[in-house]
Nanobody, 115 residues
Framework: QVQLVESGGGLVQPGGSLTLSCAASGFTFSSVRMSWYRQTPGKERELVATISSVGNPNYPDSVKGRFTISRDNAKNTAYLQMNSLKPEDTAVYYC?????????WGQGSQVIVSS
């Protein structure tokens, strides 16, 4: 079964850190680009980090320097390390992988940044 299972969301204070994990199964994880998106109510899903199959990351300016995407191909898992979190980072975070022209999404992890 092709799926992505996320873990690691929660409540964190402003300035704090959180790491999300995305465990993949059912496809050749090491061959695909992995990405993290986030979404808040009423807004479109926003790309926050992406990493190529060989480990090259890219970030939008909104999270550059604060978020780090990584992958462990031996564990079929992608990660999103989030530091210096701000209230505006509050969202549901989704991991994503392409699969033969289709999109595979994780179930979503709620991240709340609040004091």
């Amino acid at each position: 079964q092709v799926q992505l299972v996320e873990s690691g969301g929660g409540l964190v204070q402003p300035g704090g850190s959180l790491t999300l994990s995305c465990a993949a199964s059912g496809f050749t994880f090491s061959s695909v680009r992995m990405s993290w998106y986030r979404q808040t109510p009423g807004k479109e899903r926003e790309l926050v980090a992406t990493i190529s199959s060989v480990g090259n990351p890219n970030y939008p300016d909104s999270v550059k320097g604060r978020f780090t995407i990584s992958r462990d191909n031996a564990k079929n898992t992608a990660y999103l390390q989030m530091n210096s979190l701000k209230p505006e980072d509050t969202a549901v975070y989704y991991c994503h992988a392409p699969y033969f022209g289709y999109d595979i999404w994780g179930q979503g992890s709620q991240v709340i940044v609040s004091s």
